[in-house]
């Protein structure tokens, strides 16, 4: 095993052309590493000398454990992109049989099981967020994991799978000593028999389309390197292994969360305006890092940013790449463009550039909202109920200083009603108090 962030071998740097495709090897790896992105591997050397042979197979495995991904996900998305891009072959697994299971790597309590109906839902789901990162068309595949495990009998599977593995072995896996170490929680023979099915999935991808790499994050390692020693026991063939880093911040704070909640993939779930602005808010001492992880920025590009970050942190250039790189990615130009102009409105306070779509997502995550109920509601009432004022006599304060403007008219009298406010494309009413302070109050009661 070579320990995470290992100095880098030379690698030989030849360029194989494989069904048309130019594989970079040396660039590859050199690239990953650069980026931070290689934490383990099972042996670097080897598996460089097979990424010379030409391309490869490799995968990564995604549990439906809700009906979308969420940005730490992102990470071996983006780093199954690499791969291909680089002429490989990725196979995005959506675990439709290991969803009902549970993973309990490094979880203190069991999972709850969900029912079938709901993780099929999910895994529908999935498949069509990872196919939006694996090119279908250029060799990618997106795999299910029910598909060999539905019709296997209790008897087969401990017979051909159970018998490989040590249960001594098993326990010493360091996400396993973690529960057994919780008295009053321990682990149940459910999720304990999670890593036979994980490590025969890498069997079957290796039987089926010859993969030899899977990838995860560093949490994943006793889960993966199992399923190498089963494929070797198994198939009698060499596979390789290699994780990805956990992502954190340089604060310490759980990355992908918010006041608001987890930051999802899906835009029904966080709008691509709220997805632009969690990456326009890093912090400074992250932008590097998640430049480096979430981005396909050159080397060059991304120090020059680096360095303009150090230099003119108030710039927040740094920020800017990211927000737009990453938006486009997950979101695509159009939403990309709708998060930018729905920032700068709010920025400059000019709305006119606006319309029903803007709005929409600011009524979902943007801004704090309430339903209108119009008849007989008061400027001063609909300050309170969005929390832009305290009270409502904060509120008529405020208003008799003029820092009240409703869909960019300054409110003058704080006894008016909001029906006297034209409503803005979709019905919705903008309120502004100063410069940086928005709520919005949409037309249903």
Known sequence: MVAPRAPARQLKGRTVLCNGHRIMTQALIEDLRWRGLINQASDLDALGARLDEGACVLYCGFDPTA????????????????????????????????????????????????????????????????????????GGRVANNFEW????????????VGKHFSVNDMMRKEMVRERLANEEQGISFTEFSYMLLQALDFVELARRHDC?????????????????????????????????????????????KTEAGTIWLDAARTSPYAFYQFWLNVADADVGPFLRFFTFLSREEIERLDARTAQAPQERSGQRALAESVTRLVHGDVALASAQRITEALFSGDIDALDAGDFAQLAQDGLPTSPGGM????????????????????????????????????????SADLSSFEPLDGGYRLIRRGKRNWGLLTADA
């Open 149 to 160: 495990t539905q019709g296997l009998d209790v008897i087969s599977f401990l017979r051909d």
């Open 212 to 256: 030899m790499l899977q990838i995860g994050g560093s949490d994943q390692w006793g889960n993966i390197t199992a399923g190498m020693e089963l494929t070797r026991r198994m198939l009698g063939r060499q596979v390789h292994a290699m994780t990805l880093p956990l992502v954190t911040k340089a604060d310490g704070t759980k990355f992908g």
């Open 67 to 138: 009906d979308s991904l969420h940005i730490g996900n992102l990470v071996p998305l983006l780093t199954l992109k690499r791969f291909q891009e680089a002429g490989h072959a990725p196979i995005a697994l959506v675990g439709g049989a290991t969803g009902l299971i549970g993973d309990p790597s490094f979880k203190a309590d069991e999972r709850a099981l969900n029912e079938r109906e709901v993780v099929e839902a999910w895994v529908a789901r999935l498949r069509e967020q990872v196919s939006a990162f694996v090119d279908l068309e250029a």
């Open 375 to 414: 008849d007989g509601l008061k400027v001063g009432q609909a300050l309170s109920a969005l929390g832009l004022a305290k009270s409502n006599s904060a509120a008529m304060q405020l208003i008799k200083s003029g820092a009240v403007s409703i869909n960019g008219e300054t409110v003058a009298d704080a």
